[in-house]
T-cell receptor, first 110, second 116 residues
Framework: AQRVTQPEKLLSVFKGAPVELKCNYSYSGSPELFWYVQYSRQRLQLLLRHISRESIKGFTADLNKGETSFHLKKPFAQEEDSAMYYCALKWGNYGQNFVFGPGTRLSVLP | GAGVSQSPRYKVAKRGQDVALRCDPISGHVSLFWYQQALGQGPEFLTYFQNEAQLDKSGLPSDRFFAERPEGSVSTLKIQRTQQEDSAVYLC??????????????FGNGTRLTVT
């Protein structure tokens, strides 16, 4: 069955330090992966998607099919990066369903 | 409107009451999803609409849960005879495309349901 795991519930780093939020998935098909972010008192919103190979707010994520991972990285964390981060896998008969991981709360300390 | 709108933002229901949660997606978005998010968990899929057709309802936890989107725009999630385990945030999301690569989800703020 399709599954997304995020092993860390909470990750605390100091401002300026590198950060890596881990995501692993299980899916027999061709995966399409996303990172969503939820800042305090805001709605869940798309951060980035693997097919775009983009960098958003300094974050990047590379799909590693061999390790079935899609870790989110940023070389220098900022306090405004503090939020909940959810990794999501898109699948389904209609290519429409999303399975979300449990989320990692990132806390960037001053 | 500019984004997905959900109402009410908060709902307190006594056990056994029926509730109705409304979602107004982004205009023109074909796909609409309902998710349930328990405290400390990620969103869990409930059901999916493509226009007015409910193509997947495999995530609805029981027959007390019912969703509709009669005109292919606004959707309502109804929960009958609410139970305490129904307490959660109910998220609605929409996307423009039916399928395909570049169709991320746009989420509403959610409705926080508390069953007492």
């Amino acid at each position: 069955a399709q599954r997304v795991t995020q092993p860390e519930k909470l990750l605390s780093v100091f401002k300026g330090a590198p950060v890596e939020l881990k995501c692993n998935y299980s899916y027999s098909g061709s995966p399409e992966l996303f990172w969503y972010v939820q800042y305090s008192r805001q709605r869940l919103q798309l951060l980035l998607r693997h097919i775009s190979r983009e960098s958003i707010k300094g974050f990047t994520a590379d799909l590693n099919k061999g390790e079935t991972s899609f870790h989110l990285k940023k070389p220098f964390a900022q306090e405004e990066d503090s939020a909940m981060y959810y990794c999501a896998l898109k699948w389904g008969n209609y290519g429409q369903n999303f399975v979300f991981g449990p989320g990692t709360r990132l806390s960037v300390l001053p | 409107g500019a984004g997905v709108s959900q109402s009410p933002r908060y709902k307190v229901a006594k056990r056994g009451q029926d509730v109705a949660l409304r979602c107004d997606p982004i205009s023109g978005h074909v796909s609409l999803f309902w998710y349930q998010q328990a405290l400390g968990q990620g969103p869990e899929f409930l059901t999916y609409f493509q226009n007015e057709a409910q193509l997947d309802k495999s995530g609805l936890p029981s027959d007390r849960f019912f969703a509709e989107r009669p005109e292919g725009s606004v959707s309502t999630l109804k929960i009958q005879r609410t139970q305490q385990e129904d307490s959660a945030v109910y998220l609605c999301a929409s996307s423009f495309y039916r399928t395909g690569k570049n169709s991320p989800l746009h989420f509403g703020n959610g409705t926080r349901l508390t069953v007492t």
